[in-house]
């Protein structure tokens, strides 16, 4: 037996997975070795003193720690602030969108027609489109990878209808009130254009949400995207040689 094999043997014996068939000649070696005799008894003596000192009280550090975290950076205050704005538009038009359905189906407007649709028909496609800026901005909130689409869409119709809704107000074709219906698109485009900034400025790499595959570079040491880290710390040619003394699997 080796004093690498006897010093290993000695470590698992203080820790009571010593083998029943390695005791005698543990013994026999360090009979003859008085560098494995010595460190044997450091090593009793380590461990008996870490198993019987005394625990020192510690103070209590959870409120220092607590205010030495900072808290959530203004990026993420901000994108958190206006996703939860645009689920309120969204709600706010698929209110909008019901209203309409709601008034189209109480009213009668069967006899009057323009472009070979009457005004319920009409009625309906508002509602239509009302509808779908609802799920538009809802799922914009959820996924905000998905604003720079939603930009283009709601910036051209927010466009066209302030332009054309101007002309029909100065020629009394339109009321005040019928307007303001129109503030949440207006108020929509704004926050998706805010989180298109703040979403444009987010760290490199980041994923949007849970489960999906981690982009290249963000891990360094994985091969492709989605691999798992392969490459740990790298070891000299000198630790190869060393063995855990443990004789057991962690439970």
């Not at 939860?84 to 538009?89: C, K, M, P």
Request: aromatic share 2%.
């Amino acid at each position: 037996m080796t004093c690498a094999d006897c010093r290993e043997a000695l470590s698992a014996r203080l820790d009571d997975e010593g083998l029943p068939e390695e005791q005698a000649e543990v013994d026999a070696h360090l009979a003859g070795c008085p560098d494995c005799r010595r460190y044997g008894e450091r090593a009793a003596q380590v461990t008996r003193l870490a198993r019987t000192s005394l625990v020192e009280p510690v103070p209590d550090l959870v409120a220092a720690v607590r205010h030495a975290v900072p808290g959530p950076p203004a990026r993420v205050r901000w994108e958190t602030a206006l996703r939860v704005l645009l689920a309120g538009i969204g709600v706010g038009q698929l209110g909008l969108a019901t209203s309409d359905v709601l008034a189209a189906a109480g009213g009668h407007h069967g006899g009057d027609a323009m472009s070979g649709a009457s005004l319920t028909h009409f009625s309906h496609e508002s509602s239509a489109w009302n509808l779908a800026l609802a799920v538009g901005f809802l799922c914009v909130a959820a996924r905000p990878t998905r604003t720079r689409g939603m930009v283009p869409l709601v910036g051209a119709f927010v466009g066209v209808l302030t332009a054309l809704s101007a002309v029909d107000l100065v020629l009394h074709r339109v009321e005040g009130s019928r307007l303001l219906s129109h503030a949440l698109v207006v108020v929509g485009l704004f926050a998706l254009l805010g989180l298109a900034r703040v979403v444009a400025h987010r760290p490199t790499g980041a994923p949007d949400v849970l489960g999906e595959p981690v982009p290249a570079g963000l891990l360094g040491g994985a091969d492709r995207v989605g691999d798992v880290v392969r490459h740990g710390p790298s070891r000299s040619d000198g630790d190869q040689d060393l063995k855990p003394s443990a004789r057991r699997h962690a439970a």
